[in-house]
């Protein structure tokens, strides 16, 4: 089962979905918050994880019916690093640069969050990205989460620019108060 996003179809990923996920993960400006650009061995030792791990939530590929069969994925995973607002569950998206600012992300997210919180029963959902990330940090405030606080990412190296990020959450009891 996947949560229903409207114009946006989230669906289990396919062998087809490689190819276009490997030019989205090579591109610089996709990468530009996530360590740069991946070779297409890394961005398929990727998709096999996220196909090995996706159960009840994952990172589910994404679609725009009449548009195109795959944009990117969308979903919810546990974060795979320690850090002290863990364990958590995390919304996350990663879309091709051409359906930037159409509201994809956005609502795919959305049909994420009701599905962890509706569905699920989850009682709190993160969300976290480096901290000069504004595109991700405006869909986080476009989905209802607040900003919590800044923290340096374990899994970056000590100095690096992408080492400072912001942690974003939201309650179950918030979203169902503004959207039940």
């Given at each position: 089962?996947?949560?229903?996003?409207?114009?946006?179809?989230?669906?289990?990923?396919?062998?087809?979905?490689?190819?276009?996920?490997?030019?989205?993960n090579a591109?610089?400006?996709?990468?530009?918050?996530?360590?740069?650009?991946?070779?297409?061995?890394?961005?398929?030792?990727?998709?096999?994880?996220?196909?090995?791990?996706?159960?009840?939530?994952?990172?589910?590929?994404?679609?725009?019916?009449?548009?195109v069969d795959?944009?990117?994925?969308?979903?919810?995973?546990?974060?795979?690093?320690?850090?002290?607002?863990?364990?958590?569950?995390?919304?996350?998206?990663?879309?091709?640069?051409?359906?930037?600012?159409?509201?994809?992300?956005?609502?795919?997210?959305?049909?994420?969050?009701?599905?962890?919180?509706?569905?699920?029963?989850?009682?709190?959902?993160?969300s976290f990205?480096?901290?000069?990330?504004?595109?991700?940090?405006?869909?986080?405030?476009?989905?209802?989460?607040?900003?919590?606080?800044?923290?340096?990412?374990?899994?970056?190296?000590?100095?690096?620019?992408?080492?400072?990020?912001?942690?974003?959450?939201?309650?179950?009891?918030?979203?169902?108060?503004?959207?039940?």
């Amino acid at each position: 089962m996947t949560p229903d996003a409207g114009r946006v179809v989230l669906r289990a990923w396919r062998d087809s979905d490689l190819e276009p996920f490997a030019a989205l993960n090579a591109d610089p400006e996709v990468m530009r918050w996530l360590g740069g650009p991946q070779s297409r061995a890394k961005s398929d030792r990727f998709a096999a994880r996220i196909r090995r791990e996706t159960t009840e939530v994952g990172l589910w590929a994404a679609d725009v019916p009449g548009v195109v069969d795959f944009i990117g994925f969308v979903g919810l995973q546990v974060p795979s690093f320690e850090a002290d607002f863990m364990p958590c569950l995390e919304v996350g998206w990663r879309l091709a640069r051409p359906y930037w600012g159409f509201g994809y992300a956005s609502e795919a997210a959305t049909a994420s969050l009701a599905y962890a919180f509706d569905l699920l029963g989850y009682d709190e959902i993160v969300s976290f990205t480096a901290v000069n990330n504004v595109r991700s940090r405006r869909v986080m405030e476009r989905i209802g989460m607040i900003e919590r606080r800044e923290f340096d990412h374990p899994s970056v190296p000590k100095g690096h620019e992408l080492e400072p990020h912001v942690l974003y959450r939201i309650a179950g009891a918030d979203w169902r108060r503004g959207h039940g």
